[in-house]
């Protein structure tokens, strides 16, 4: 199978959407003087041209575009060519009103947007099969032809006809029979009970709260639709270009696509990345998408798309300021990213998206945002041949999964206060600060190669993941399990005692009494620190060499965490501080190491094959010191024992050449 190195080529791919159909042809030409000079070397071509290549049904205009790809290629640009698939042209709705999405009320998604496809309307998969056809047929042997780009960010729902029939079919798939449904979905309770399949509806709206494990499947079954969008289309140009890799850009941490399995149907796995420049944990946000990334990928990935300078779609919308954009597309390649791309190459004057920021702005090449684009790029073409295909290896293991959070995060639970993504931020966060680099798993996957694995909330867990963490701990591993872990099956069916018996025993647990969620500032006071969001009744076996019990209140003496051999379980989510604290303790038992010690507060220290990246956060100058003497590839300076970094600067050492 080919994968990204077929399109990078020892190089960090570096460049961005490319729109040039907004935009006379003579600045084709200035754009590619630009990108040269900026040391651009890939561009993603026709994420949104459906309507400018088949602009009526079956005719096809690729004049435009034949002249795009020779002008890449007589540049030495590669292009990643996108099927034009998320945003169908006018004619298709108005021609074909089945091929547009429904809100859960029945509203229908027009065209004028983007993203107005229904993933279950056989005329629009038709339709986005045969441009795909066209495109592949066309394109497929040209020189400048690096990648395929399947449609854009998948995310949409559909709760139409069309989607229920083909819901039905994917429920007599998973159950078989309408027995086995009706007991998945507990339809005993109020009166649900299907005795055909032609009563049963996608997750529309209801009076009053949903089914769950309706709503569970729905979103299962959305998820499979979209792939099989994907796939079909994946389909099509690997029959044309089978030794090209195939990707679609995820959004980070979407609740929409269960990216472990996506992720095994593509060639290369991209995401799109926007951190808020103003969110004082940005970079941990990054650290976050990009380590589930690189996970997914099991290697080099690409960021497809993050934004020179300011998004469109905040509150208030602010630049990143100087040296941000720089050290966040590092921090990417830091942590195993073999392309450096934005949305998009030239800003807008027109359009949805004309105050987001481009690579070359509305100020130009002159603007600060280019001159920054431009440094960059001069970083990257010197880093790539040092770094490109490199790996990152990690002790630790976050698990997450998709099923859990669709199943864990609905309404009618004991608290909604929080939601998954926040407790999932919180355990990334602390590892992250505790300087811990971290990989992610499903909880399924093979964790023997981690030394110690965390579960910051798995609240559904299936028989097999269960066999999994058990395993996983007999065999010597060191298991961390926040609260809500294990609370139900792959149904959404409440485990007996409210969590698995297994896991119960695991950790020391005779009795889980009563669940006791706090509410927004509520805190709980424990021994040495505060829990924060929930807490718990539990009444120990007696079997757990460690417990820090809750002090005062209807919990008092109880145990918030214990620890019985190498397995932890919290019942509430500590404060950032001490969650670090605990997980730096429980690292060290386990021999997982921090990166690099005694870092200053802001600097974030990464091993990518054998460099070592430090990038510093912060806006103070700081000295981070590092034994030996190395060589900083980003200057060429030889440094001994230490290295001195501005505000947001960056180094990426290794040994000097003997
Ligand atoms: C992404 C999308 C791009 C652009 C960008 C703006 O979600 O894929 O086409 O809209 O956001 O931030």
Same mark, same amino acid.
């Given at each position: ?570 019942? $509430?989510?500590?404060? @950032?501080?001490?969650? &670090? #604290? =605990? /997980? !730096? ?5 386990? %021999? ?30 700081? $000295?981070?010191?590092? @034994?030996?003497?190395? &060589? #900083? =590839? /980003? !200057? ?5 024992? %230490? ?16």
């Amino acid at each position: 199978m080919p994968n990204l190195s077929d399109a990078t080529r020892h190089r960090i791919l570096y460049g961005g959407d490319y729109n040039p159909e907004q935009w006379p042809e003579e600045t084709w030409y200035e754009d590619v003087r630009l990108m040269r000079a900026a040391g651009v070397n890939s561009v993603t071509l026709g994420v949104f041209s459906w309507a400018k290549l088949e602009p009526r049904p079956g005719e096809y205009d690729f004049a435009w575009l034949d002249r795009l790809m020779d002008l890449m290629h007589e540049n030495g640009i590669g292009v990643v060519l996108a099927t034009p698939t998320a945003s169908p042209p006018p004619w298709l709705g108005h021609l074909h009103p089945d091929t547009l999405p429904r809100d859960e009320d029945g509203r229908t998604e027009w065209w004028g947007g983007r993203q107005h496809f229904s993933h279950s309307s056989a005329t629009y998969r038709r339709h986005a099969a045969a441009v795909t056809e066209a495109l592949a047929a066309r394109y497929g042997g040209h020189p400048a032809l690096t990648m395929w780009h399947i449609n854009n960010e998948y995310c949409t729902f559909d709760h139409g006809d069309e989607a229920a029939v083909r819901f039905r079919r994917w429920l007599q798939d998973r159950y078989g029979t309408l027995d086995a449904l009706n007991t998945a979905w507990g339809t005993a309770f109020w009166s649900q009970g299907y005795g055909d399949w032609d009563e049963i509806l996608p997750a529309r709206r209801a009076h009053y709260l949903k089914n769950p494990t309706q709503v569970l499947d729905f979103r299962r079954f959305t998820s499979d639709m979209l792939l099989e969008c994907f796939t079909a289309e994946r389909d099509i140009v690997r029959r044309h270009t089978p030794h090209l890799p195939v990707t679609t850009n995820f959004m980070p941490l979407w609740h929409g696509q269960d990216a472990w399995r996506w992720a095994e149907e593509e060639d290369v796995v991209s995401v799109d990345l926007y951190p808020d420049p103003r969110d004082p944990h940005g970079a941990q946000e990054g650290a976050l998408v990009q380590d589930m990334t690189r996970s997914q990928a099991r290697g080099p990935w690409m960021l497809m798309e993050q934004a020179a300078g300011a998004v469109n779609w905040r509150g208030a919308n602010h630049p990143k300021p100087r040296g941000l954009n720089r050290l966040w597309s590092l921090q990417a390649v830091a942590r195993g990213a073999d392309a450096v791309c934005y949305f998009q190459w030239r800003q807008s004057r027109q359009g949805a998206e004309k105050f987001h920021s481009g690579m070359v702005g509305h100020a130009g090449e002159e603007g600060r945002t280019h001159q920054e684009v431009k440094q960059l790029g001069a970083d990257l073409a010197r880093l790539g041949p040092h770094v490109a295909g490199s790996r990152v290896t990690a002790d630790i293991a976050v698990l997450h999964d998709w099923h859990s959070w669709w199943a864990g995060d609905q309404d009618g639970r004991p608290s909604t206060r929080f939601a998954y993504p926040d407790v999932l931020r919180a355990w990334h966060r602390a590892l992250w600060e505790a300087r811990l680099t971290t990989d992610f798993a499903h909880p399924e996957h093979d964790l023997a190669p981690y030394r110690a694995v965390v579960v910051p909330q798995l609240y559904a867990l299936t028989d097999a993941a269960t066999d999994n963490l058990l395993a996983y701990v007999r065999g010597g591993g060191t298991l961390v399990c926040g609260f809500l872990t294990g609370t139900a099956d792959q149904d959404d069916r409440i485990r007996p005692g409210g969590m698995d018996a297994r896991l119960r025993e695991l950790f020391g647990i005779r009795t889980l009494h009563e669940w006791w969620p706090l509410d927004t500032g509520e805190t709980a006071v424990c021994d040495g620190f505060h829990g924060t969001l929930w807490s718990e009744e539990i009444e120990p076996d007696g079997t757990a060499d460690e417990t820090l019990p809750y002090q005062g209140g209807e919990l008092d003496g109880l145990p918030a965490v214990l620890r019985k051999g190498r397995a932890w379980y919290l019942s $509430t989510l500590p404060e @950032p501080d001490a969650l &670090r #604290d =605990l /997980l !730096t303790r429980v690292a060290a038992d386990a %021999g997982a190491r921090p990166v690099l010690g005694g870092l200053p507060a802001d600097v974030e220290a990464v091993r990518r094959g054998d460099l070592l990246f430090l990038l510093n956060h912060g806006r103070d100058q700081v $000295t981070v010191e590092v @034994p030996g003497t190395h &060589r #900083d =590839l /980003l !200057t060429d300076a030889t440094v001994t024992d %230490g290295v001195t970094l501005g505000r947001y600067g960056v180094a990426v050492l290794t040994e000097p050449p003997a």
